[in-house]
């Protein structure tokens, strides 16, 4: 298996979520602070299965609120093509917060990012993904009277004064260490991270108070808010905090599910046919022949599918060990498993697109005009 590597422009290899918790200082999301989420969020299957799993500060935050001192949510879309399942599960779990806690959401499209990282992109591509991307954030179903989107283009004028602030005190060999840059780096990417950080204190500006705030996301984009982190107190704000998911899994062998291999990826405005064929192909963790699958059982732990059913779509624990056990022992063909997978998937992406239709109306209204 290659070499696990995980920025937030690059995931690859086999992933060690204890060597990343290590490596990038998160804390475990242990018993005590998850029973305190759920005594607001209930039962909550991304907890429950560790889903979500990491954590910066959680506990002083929810002390905050204990204390009566909101805090607010903050996460995001980097938009350089149209949304996945993959981007889809840290909204989810980020609308459930906000329900649970009655909280505003501060959305943020990284416009900026996607141009400057992304080589073939232009300007006008990526203002294209931008109305495609708030299409599905807006059809999770966000509280429309909680919730505002920014894009960094769009958003300058109150953006660029902020980001600013922040760049001041990240230096060029701070951007190198945490970002992996080289001397032949654009400078736009060295500065961009400071963008990233605006969010997380927004809005303490426009209030004028000190707002806490969580930052749902998967734990790519970690690096970005551990130099945030380190920023925010020079400046008279909270440290925010952040909560990590692991990732869903690509179709194809190992890795992330990512937009650079489109056929090992499930796109919010894929076809019914389209789902079909590409979980057909998909790669699983079973044997070479049905005979082998029946003698040796399959690897229910390096399958996508049954990551698809643990992540997403299969809500009952008592029917997933089943499947489990089913697999392993050798009862449960990959055909058969890949045939339960795809009517749930097409009725999820339809049920999305219906809302993401409907979002079309609506779409002003989340945007933060300026
Ligand atoms: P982006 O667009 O790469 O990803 C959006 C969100 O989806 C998460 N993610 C995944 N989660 C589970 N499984 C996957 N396969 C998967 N792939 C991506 C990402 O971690 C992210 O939470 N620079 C950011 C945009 C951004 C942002 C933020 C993200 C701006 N501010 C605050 C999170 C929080 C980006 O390009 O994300």
Not at 118 to 140: H, Q, W
Not at 219 to 225: L, S
Request: proline letters at 4%; aromatic letters at 12%; charged letters at 30%.
């Amino acid at each position: 298996m290659a070499e696990m590597i995980v920025t937030p422009w690059e995931v690859k290899g086999e992933i060690d979520y204890d060597k990343l918790l290590a490596d990038f200082g998160l804390k475990k999301i242990d018993d005590k602070l998850k029973k305190r989420l759920e005594k607001k969020l209930g039962d909550n299957m991304f907890l429950r299965r560790n889903i979500f799993f990491a954590h910066r500060d959680l506990d002083w935050l929810l002390d905050e609120y204990d204390k009566k001192n909101h805090f607010h949510l903050y996460t995001g879309r980097g938009p350089s093509g149209h949304t996945h399942l993959g981007h889809l599960l840290p909204w989810i779990f980020t609308k459930q917060l906000q329900e649970a806690y009655n909280a505003k959401l501060v959305f943020q499209l990284t416009d900026d990012e996607k141009f400057l990282f992304s080589p073939a992109l232009s300007v006008k591509d990526v203002e294209k993904f931008t109305d495609e991307n708030i299409l599905d954030i807006i059809a999770v179903g966000f509280d429309q009277k909680k919730t505002e989107i920014y894009t960094d283009l769009r958003n300058a004028k109150s953006f660029y004064p902020q980001a600013v602030r922040v760049a001041k005190h990240i230096t060029f060999s701070t951007a190198k260490a945490v970002f992996g840059f080289e001397n032949e780096s654009n400078i736009g990417k060295i500065f961009f991270t400071s963008m990233q950080a605006v969010p997380a204190f927004i809005e303490s500006v426009k209030t004028g108070k000190n707002v806490p705030c969580l930052i749902p996301h998967a734990i790519d984009q970690d690096p970005h808010f551990r130099v945030t982190r380190d920023i925010l107190p020079k400046l008279g704000y909270y440290k925010p905090s952040s909560i990590q998911c692991k990732f869903i899994p690509g179709l194809g062998k190992g890795g992330k599910m990512s937009s650079s291999e489109p056929e090992t990826c499930i796109f919010t405005v894929d076809s019914a046919k389209d789902i079909e064929r590409k979980i057909k192909n998909a790669f699983t963790g079973g044997q070479e022949t049905l005979e082998e699958q029946k003698r040796l059982g399959g690897n229910p732990d390096i399958c996508p599918i049954y990551q698809y059913f643990y992540n997403l779509f299969e809500e009952d624990d008592k029917k997933l060990l089943d499947r489990f056990k089913r697999c392993k022992g050798g009862k449960l063909m990959c055909g058969d498993c890949k045939k339960d997978l795809i009517p749930r998937v097409q009725k999820f992406m339809k049920e999305h697109q219906a809302r993401r239709e409907k979002a079309k109306k609506t779409f002003d209204k989340f945007l933060v005009k300026e």
